[in-house]
C-alpha cells in the first residue's frame, strides 16, 4: 500500500538552529499538507501546498517556516531559528486531485522534534 | 467558538460496550467529513468518511447531520483494541481537527 514517508522520525537541535523536515508523499497525489502535534494536545494545520504554491496557511506558519518541493518527490518543511515551543510532532500528508479529492489525508509516522 | 468541537471524554468503557462519539463544526460550507483514529505517539488514520445519508462499516456507524452541523460516531461491541482517541475533521478547503475524544476500552 502506498504510503507517506517522513524523515527523520526524531530530530534535536538547540534553540536558534534551522531544521528541515523531510517528506515524501504518495507518489499520485498533488495535494501536501504540514500538521504539526504538541504532546498532549491537538492536531494543528500548518500548510497546504497545490501546485508549486501556497494554497493556504494557518497563523502558526510564521515567517519563520518555510515549504519546498525542491525535486518531483521530497516535499519539505523548513523552521529557520527554532524556538522552544516548536517542540512538537510535525506529520507530513497528502491527497488525491480533483474528483477524487474529498479532502481525505494519508499522514506520515511523523517527525518529532524536540528543541533545546 | 472552536471550528470543530468534540465531545470532551475521557471516554472509559467495557468490553463490549456501545459508545457514541458527537462533534459539531461552525462552518455551513464544510464540504467533507471523517473520522480519523490516532493511537498514542502515532499518526492519524482515517477511520471512516462521513457521507449524508449515514454510513455503517463493520461495527461502526458514522452520521451526518448537515442542518445541525453535527456528526457523530457509534461504536458497537468494543474491543480492548478500540482504545485510541477519535478526531473528527472537517474539511472545507482545509481540514480541520477536533480536539479528540479518547476512549478506553477496559476488560
Known amino acids: 500500500e502506498p504510503e507517506v514517508t517522513q524523515t527523520p522520525s526524531h530530530q534535536v537541535t538547540q534553540m536558534g538552529q534551522e531544521v528541515i523536515l523531510r517528506c515524501v508523499p504518495i507518489s499520485n497525489h498533488l495535494y501536501f499538507y504540514w500538521y504539526r502535534q504538541i504532546l498532549g494536545q491537538k492536531v494543528e494545520f500548518l500548510v497546504s501546498f497545490y501546485n508549486n504554491e501556497i494554497s493556504e496557511k494557518s497563523e502558526i506558519f510564521d515567517d519563520q517556516f518555510s515549504v519546498e518541493r525542491p525535486d518531483g518527490s521530497n516535499f519539505t518543511l523548513k523552521i529557520r531559528s527554532t524556538k522552544l515551543e516548536d517542540s512538537a510532532m510535525y506529520f507530513c500528508?497528502?491527497?488525491?486531485?480533483?474528483?477524487?479529492?474529498?479532502?481525505?489525508?494519508?499522514f506520515g509516522e511523523g517527525s518529532r522534534l524536540t528543541v533545546l | 467558538r472552536k471550528e470543530v468541537e468534540q465531545d470532551p471524554g475521557p471516554f472509559n468503557v467495557p468490553e463490549g460496550a456501545t459508545v457514541a462519539f458527537n462533534c459539531t463544526y461552525s462552518n455551513s460550507a464544510s464540504q467533507s467529513f471523517f473520522w480519523y483514529r490516532q493511537d498514542c505517539r502515532k499518526e492519524p488514520k482515517l477511520l471512516m468518511s462521513?457521507?449524508?445519508s449515514g454510513n455503517e462499516d463493520g461495527r461502526f456507524t458514522a452520521q451526518l447531520n448537515r442542518a445541525s452541523q453535527y456528526i457523530s460516531l457509534l461504536i458497537r461491541d468494543s474491543k480492548l483494541s478500540d482504545s485510541a482517541t477519535y478526531l473528527c475533521?472537517?474539511?472545507?478547503?482545509?481540514?480541520?481537527f477536533g480536539d479528540g475524544t479518547t476512549l478506553t476500552v477496559k476488560p
Open positions: 500528508a497528502s491527497s488525491a486531485q480533483g474528483v477524487k479529492n474529498t479532502g481525505e489525508l494519508f
Open positions: 475533521v472537517v474539511h472545507a478547503g482545509k481540514s480541520t
Open positions: 462521513v457521507y449524508s
